[in-house]
């Protein structure tokens, strides 16, 4: 089987081996932040960020790897090189994380073929082998009387040929001279150019980080997320599960003596809500599954739009809880009078409990009900890109148990953009500007007639088109759900809103819900959660820190 090996070489975790299946392997993210995929020891590792770097596997190429440096203060390098962004790593780099800061190797094992090293070629055979150089006529006088000697052809053709051999050499050598001359003067240029283009690539990477530095205007963030924040419709319904039954909120209908329909003025007395008393003393709804004689009796559940942002390119969408499972929070009951059953008597009441939480309801025809027996199902949960008219339709993949959070999944052909995310929990401060992004219900709609070319459904449809809305503002407020105050117990301080984000946005409303809230750099570090209108619109956001939360396998005890 193949895997991702990280192999520590400095730092805490020297010496160790942290190993990966390359099948399920799709990102980690490094650091020393609890949630962190490889979590380097908060003290003792200090050069490295919270959440410093991410290392992503590409999905159309299995053996393509990019590592992302998430912002961090003392950067992230790659075989001794700083990285500006992204960079491509391949097995056998070395990556480090701030300048000194601990080392592991990253490489595959077994190693694909691609990546073994090419056979080395070894220099030409052979030896220089020099001419032979012929001696000439040895020097001196003929003796008087004597025959001269005449010289020979062969001779003179050695003759010729030496000569020309010397001046061979002599021509080389001068060539060799210039080449020699040549190289210095292109080694003197090459230096010289390499310089200019190494002061050149470091002016370019203080514009760079300069520029990721710099704040990005609302537009540029909506410019950059558009693709990414997406629009949901939820239609859903309170279920039964022994017998798969839909569940009613029971109402009664009044009768006159002779068991007809009270009227009044000639018109029929309108049925009114019924509610239980529990054995603690709460009111819930008395629930049951018959629609009524009349059909009188209400289901529990209904239709409503929010909005998410993609998190992953493999298509998981953050959202809120109430938005992708309306059944885990507090549902609107009837405002009006009811009644209230004790007993086998009805006594009128005049509101209904604020807070009831259907899937949290202990009776169901007067029986009670406890596990999974009551449970909710979305009917459809549609999800619709940005200016596009095509629903997709999605499942729900998990909710958090104590956060307005929830994941849901869509299946996509194609990897999809997704939106970068900042865990600022400890940071955050009043003050800090923030862009909100979404789909308000009171926003208008805008709607397409799509003619049909399906011989089978020639009909054509009106398809509303969502268009997101951007909303600038700040964190007006930071809430706490557990801090202790100076000089009182932790009991004494208590939050209705949990951990959130008070926000001064004026701009939105109920279908924002679930949205992504940016900070100045255009990453996400909240979830849009609900609005109060008062003398001025006043909105809270999740903190995205429990969305990544939800993303991971955590463990809750030792």
């Known amino acids: 089987m193949e895997r991702v090996i990280f192999r520590h070489i400095s730092g805490s975790k020297s010496n160790q081996v942290e190993e990966f299946p390359l099948a399920d392997f799709r990102e980690v993210v490094i650091g020393r932040d609890p949630a962190a995929t490889v979590r380097y020891d908060p003290d003792r590792d200090d050069l490295v960020g919270r959440q410093h770097a991410r290392l992503t596997r590409d999905p159309e190429d299995p053996y393509r790897f990019t590592l992302t440096d998430l912002n961090s203060r003392n950067g992230t390098f790659v075989n001794s090189q700083r990285i500006v962004g992204s960079a491509a790593v391949a097995p056998g780099d070395i990556i480090q994380f701030g300048a000194g800061g601990p080392e592991f190797e990253f490489t595959i094992e077994p190693l694909p073929a691609q990546f073994v090293r090419a056979t080395r070629l070894a220099p030409a055979a052979g030896a220089d082998v020099p001419a032979t150089r012929m001696a000439g006529l ?19 053709e050695r003759i010729v040929a030496d000569a020309r051999t010397q001046t061979r050499r002599s021509l080389i050598a001068g060539l060799a001279a210039v080449a020699l001359l ?70 009664y209908v009044p009768k006159d003596r002779q068991g007809n329909r009270l009227k009044k003025d000639n018109e029929e007395v309108p049925p009114l809500p019924v509610y ?15 629609e009524g004689q009349y059909s009188q009796n209400k289901p529990i559940g209904g239709r409503h739009s929010g909005s998410g942002f993609v998190v992953t390119s493999d298509g998981f969408i953050l959202t809120n809880r109430h938005v992708c499972a309306a059944w885990e929070t507090r549902y609107d009951l009837p405002s009006g009078p009811g009644v209230l059953l004790v007993g086998n008597k009805l006594q009128q009441i005049d509101g209904a409990p604020a807070e009831w939480v259907p899937a949290g309801a202990k009776q169901v025809g007067g029986r009670p009900a406890s596990g999974k027996v ?38 996509m052909p194609q990897p999809l953009r997704k939106v970068e995310m900042l865990d600022n929990y400890a940071e955050a401060q009043p003050g800090l500007a923030v862009t909100v992004m979404g789909y308000p219900g009171v926003s208008p709609e805008v709607a397409v007639l799509t003619r049909s070319q399906d011989r089978f459904n020639p009909a054509p449809q009106v398809r509303t088109v969502p268009d997101p809305t951007v909303t600038p503002g700040a964190i007006g407020r930071v809430l706490r759900g557990e801090v202790k105050p100076t000089g009182a117990r932790e009991n004494e301080y208590f939050s209705e809103w949990g951990d959130s984000y008070q926000l001064t946005v004026n701009a939105t409303g109920g279908g924002n819900s679930g949205g992504p809230v940016f900070d100045d750099r255009g990453r996400v570090i909240a979830i849009y959660t609900a609005g109060r209108r008062t003398d001025a619109q006043i909105s809270f956001a999740t903190p995205i820190r429990y969305g990544l939360e939800l993303m991971q396998v955590g463990a809750v005890i030792k």
């Open 138 to 156: 040895p020097a001196g006088t003929i003796p008087s009387g004597a025959p001269k000697t005449a010289v020979g052809k062969a001779t003179v």
């Open 182 to 251: 040549a190289v210095a003067v292109g080694a003197y240029l090459y230096y010289r150019t390499t310089g200019q283009e190494q002061q050149i690539a470091e002016t370019r990477t203080q514009l760079d980080e300069a520029m990721k530095a710099a704040p990005l205007t609302p537009q540029q963030i909506a410019a950059a997320n558009a693709e990414s924040t997406v629009y949901i419709e939820v239609g859903w319904k309170l279920i039964h599960t022994e017998t798969g039954g839909q569940i009613y909120h029971e109402y």
């Open 374 to 411: 009551v449970e909710g199902r979305n009917d459809y949960m549609d999800v619709t890109f940005a200016k596009s008219r095509l629903r997709t339709p999605a499942k729900l993949a998990r909710v958090s148990d104590r956060h307005d959070v929830g994941l849901i999944k869509i299946d």
């Open 276 to 290: 239980v008393r529990l054995e603690d003393g709460s009111i819930e709804p008395a629930l049951t599954l018959q």
